[in-house]
């Protein structure tokens, strides 16, 4: 009799100890539903800015706060009021209580190192830190390149619990966590702001889970793009115009001196240039070529100006048309015009476009 008391004790308390854990690990729900989980994420280290494959390597702490009042103790356990728990400490802590299950929906693989820290405090407040490095995917906007601007973002969703039961939210604290990394100007960008917005978003049967999106707005440097892509075209687009200029008219004899076939093959010579150009561009920067943005119009005036050229050259110096029909006096004023004011129309045409871009 006394062993089946014994017995009976033991799986009492076991059975207690059991749903108390249980109690502990769902969702708290004694402040009411849905439970508000305050986050920020503030970006360390930003260590590559892949465009070619549309996505950033960062290393981030992201921090969420909620309250737990299950988790509440006596204020005078502890000197400073709080329990902190750090890297496999934590991980055990938060393997018995709950924390926000979620996922980071742009995450590419696996993350690369993975740290936590848990703060408790003595009225039940919770805060959970995660420092994490990881790939994440973005998608570049390049219509202002290279004066354009993106954002690195972090994409944190609920992964269980609907936004009725759980609603991520943010504050003036969340934003003053939220900061960006001292300089990534190595990188070719310079780090401006960062802004977090919240959404919801489509989950199963209808229902709809919470979301925060936390975005480090960045600028790119522009140096770099000139030196290596505007330069090379502007100079692109003064071989067609030097196939015009190449062009003598001797006074004395009253016609123009002209090797047409020499001229027709300078300008094949820039198309194919240009072509090369256009290849290298594109393959660095493959967004490039899916948007309309300034260097795609500006190889377009390429393209065009080539096309006047060796047009000019043929019917205009190898079958003389003009002269044929106007006589040599029209001729030598078209000659004049086009000298001065194909170039003029050109550049203008050339320097709208950056300036379009700027704005």
Same mark, same amino acid.
């Given at each position: 009799?006394q062993?089946i008391?014994i017995?009976s004790?033991f799986?009492?308390?076991?059975f207690?100890l ?5 109690s502990i ?7 009411g539903?849905p439970?508000?989980v305050?986050t920020?994420v503030?970006f360390i280290d930003v260590?590559?800015?892949n ?7 960062a290393?981030v702490d ?7 009042l ?7 356990e502890t000197?400073s009021?709080y329990?902190?728990?750090?890297n496999?400490?934590?991980e055990?802590m938060?393997?018995?209580i709950w924390?926000p ?8 693989g696996e993350?690369?190192?993975?740290r936590y820290?848990?703060?408790m405090?003595y009225d039940?407040s919770?805060? =959970? &830190?995660?420092?994490?490095?990881g ?6 906007n #390049? +219509?202002k390149?290279? $004066?354009?601007k993106q954002?690195?973002?972090l994409?944190?969703k609920s992964h269980?619990?609907?936004a ?23 990188l070719g960008?310079?780090p401006?702001l960062?802004?977090?917005s919240?959404?919801r978003i489509?989950s199963?049967?209808?229902?709809k ?7 480090m707005?960045i ?5 770099s793009?000139?030196?290596?892509i505007f330069?090379?075209?502007i100079?692109? =687009? &003064?071989i067609p115009?030097?196939a ?5 008219y001797? #006074? +004395?004899e009253g016609? $123009?001196k002209v090797?047409?076939?020499e001229?027709?093959s300078l300008n094949i010579g820039?198309l194919f240039a240009?072509v ?5 561009v594109?393959s660095t920067?493959?967004?490039l070529?899916?948007?309309d943005n ?7 005036l390429?393209?065009?100006v080539?096309a006047i050229?060796?047009a ?5 110096y190898?079958f003389?048309?003009?002269?044929n ?10 000659f ?17 476009i950056i300036?379009?871009s700027?704005?």
């Amino acid at each position: 009799m006394q062993k089946i008391l014994i017995i009976s004790i033991f799986l009492l308390n076991f059975f207690a100890l059991n749903a108390q854990k249980d109690s502990i690990i769902d969702l708290p729900t004694e402040g009411g539903l849905p439970l508000t989980v305050k986050t920020g994420v503030s970006f360390i280290d930003v260590t590559q800015i892949n465009e070619m494959e549309g996505n950033f390597t960062a290393t981030v702490d992201i921090k969420m706060c909620w309250t737990d009042l299950r988790l509440s103790f006596p204020k005078k356990e502890t000197i400073s009021g709080y329990k902190d728990f750090k890297n496999s400490e934590a991980e055990q802590m938060i393997s018995t209580i709950w924390v926000p299950n979620y996922d980071i929906a742009n995450l590419s693989g696996e993350p690369t190192a993975n740290r936590y820290g848990l703060r408790m405090k003595y009225d039940g407040s919770i805060e =959970l &830190l995660r420092r994490i490095t990881g790939t994440f995917d973005i998608i570049f906007n #390049v +219509e202002k390149f290279p $004066f354009d601007k993106q954002k690195l973002q972090l994409e944190i969703k609920s992964h269980k619990d609907i936004a009725e039961r759980l609603s991520f939210e943010f504050s003036q604290e969340e934003l003053d966590f939220s900061k960006i990394p001292e300089r990534i100007d190595a990188l070719g960008w310079n780090p401006i702001l960062v802004d977090i917005s919240t959404q919801r978003i489509e989950s199963w049967h209808g229902e709809k889970n919470s979301q925060i999106t936390v975005a480090m707005h960045i600028a790119r440097l522009p140096g770099s793009a000139f030196g290596t892509i505007f330069l090379p075209l502007i100079a692109s =687009l &003064l071989i067609p115009l030097f196939a015009i200029w190449l062009n003598k008219y001797v #006074v +004395e004899e009253g016609e $123009f001196k002209v090797d047409a076939f020499e001229l027709t093959s300078l300008n094949i010579g820039g198309l194919f240039a240009v072509v090369a150009l256009n290849f290298t561009v594109t393959s660095t920067y493959p967004a490039l070529a899916e948007t309309d943005n300034c260097v795609m119009q500006l190889f377009t005036l390429n393209y065009l100006v080539l096309a006047i050229s060796l047009a000019i050259c043929i019917l205009f110096y190898r079958f003389n048309l003009v002269k044929n029909w106007f006589g040599d006096y029209v001729q030598e004023e078209v000659f004049k015009y086009t000298n001065w004011a194909l170039p003029l129309l050109v550049f203008l045409t050339g320097a709208v476009i950056i300036l379009l871009s700027i704005v």
